[in-house]
């Protein structure tokens, strides 16, 4: 369906029986910028509360809704109700037709899509293969501990409990294993201040920082293999500061550096490794936040790697930015990405996503969930 004719400009309910575009352009055209997810958040447990094969669950503005048909396995599928501030990009207009048809607006890489994706398959599959929890979270696209799904894990973590999850976050249709950790580490360099015209009687610390600098210039990151998926390391000062006036010798630097490390290694491990190629300066770490290891080996991530393959998608690869697949990481709960959407417009005004991709996620992740 490519129609243009005036729709009413914010859905007052969502028809999870609906076709694809249209589901997911009701779900777009619900703003639900990070913080004003209520809205939707209400029309989604409305939507899903009539389904009787699922236990409805609410928790500020997550919804949570699972089956308990008492399968061997459950599969968690989760995605965020929230969206970057709306750029004059609602409501969501269509271009192109059939095969070619795009959906344009806020949320339809970034993930509404995705989610509408997973309301769909949560009102029709009524007796999936494995048993499912579908999880609708609040406050993704900012800080960390505002996350809904932080709340979750840590006020109900038996909601989120499964063998396996998969997070509906934008991938252009391929699976992402996994993430990368990241760390954030301060290197305080000192000297001794001195006014310039007699600089030989300080110590200048800027100097000093050049040999933190040359390190992490000259440190050669590894790539770590993991379930054939490649994470890629990266050291890097990314912030540096040093300096009171033109005329003094300066007595401090300081240097920010940011570790994104394989999911192999411990949070621990990574501070240990950190300090290692820096040893000898004062390293103090601000932040650091393990990985998630992809799982793929997993009976049931085996099952659904084929499913997508099956319905003509990439192989998978690894995911590098930290997302909230480590939440369930850290519940035990290996988990990957795989949603519709190109990454790279998520956020920008024309984002973006062609119709046919929100078709083939739909088919992958229904062929996984009804496998005999
Ligand atoms: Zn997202």
Same mark, same amino acid.
């Given at each position: ?14 028809d ?9 352009? *009701? %779900? ?9 997810e ?12 009539p ?8 928790? /500020? ?13 459950? $599969? ?24 070619? +048809? ?28 494995d ?10 696209? %900012? ?11 840590e ?18 249709g ?16 000192? @000297? ?6 007699? *600089?030989?009687?300080?110590?200048? *610390?800027?100097?000093?920082a ?6 992490? #210039?000259? =440190? ?6 993991? !379930? ?7 050291l ?17 630097? #300081?240097?920010?550096?940011? =570790? &994104? ?18 040893a /000898? ?20 991530? &085996? +099952?659904?790697?084929?499913? $997508? ?11 590098? @930015?930290?997302? !909230? ?14 949603g ?10 024309? #984002? ?8 083939? %996620?739909? *088919? ?9």
């Amino acid at each position: 369906m490519t129609s243009t004719a005036p729709r009413p400009a914010v859905p007052t309910g969502l028809d999870l029986s609906a076709d694809l575009l249209t589901l997911t352009r *009701a %779900v777009c055209d619900v703003p639900s910028v990070s913080g004003d997810e209520r809205a939707l958040a209400d029309l989604v447990e409305t939507a899903l509360r009539p389904c009787t094969h699922l236990e409805v669950l609410r928790d /500020g503005d997550t919804v949570v809704a699972r089956t308990a048909l008492g399968r061997a396995r459950r $599969v968690v599928l989760a995605g965020h109700l929230d969206t970057v501030p709306v750029a004059a990009n609602l409501p969501t207009r269509v271009t192109g037709e059939g095969p070619d +048809a795009v959906l344009w607006g806020r949320g339809t890489v970034d993930m509404k899509a995705g989610v509408a994706v997973l309301l769909s398959l949560a009102a029709e599959l009524t007796t999936p293969s494995d048993d499912v929890t579908w999880v609708f979270y609040d406050h993704e696209e %900012v800080a960390a501990d505002l996350s809904g799904l932080g709340r979750v894990v840590e006020r109900h973590p038996d909601w989120l409990v499964g063998d396996f999850a998969v997070l509906g976050e934008p991938t252009a249709g391929g699976i992402e294993g996994g993430c990368n950790g990241t760390l954030r580490a301060r290197v305080v360099v000192p @000297g001794v201040a001195a006014h310039s015209a007699r *600089a030989w009687t300080g110590v200048n *610390a800027i100097h000093a920082a050049g040999e933190v600098l040359r390190r992490l #210039e000259a =440190y050669r990151p590894a790539t770590v293999s993991i !379930d054939r998926l490649d994470y890629r390391e990266g050291l890097n000062a990314v912030l540096i500061s040093g300096g009171t006036a033109a005329n003094v010798v300066p007595d401090r630097c #300081e240097v920010t550096v940011n =570790y &994104r490390f394989a999911p192999s290694r411990t949070a621990d491990e990574a501070i240990a490794h950190v300090r290692e190629v820096l040893a /000898g300066f004062d390293v103090e770490v601000l932040d650091v936040a393990a990985g998630a290891l992809p799982g793929l080996g997993h009976p049931a991530a &085996r +099952a659904f790697v084929s499913a $997508v393959l099956g319905a003509g998608g990439p192989a998978p690869t690894a995911k590098l @930015g930290w997302t !909230d697949v480590a939440r369930f990481s850290a519940l035990g709960v290996p988990a990957v990405n795989f949603g519709p959407g190109d990454p790279l417009l998520a956020h920008r005004d024309d #984002e973006r996503c062609p119709v046919a991709q929100v078709e083939a %996620v739909h *088919a992958a992740l229904r062929a996984w969930l009804t496998r005999a």
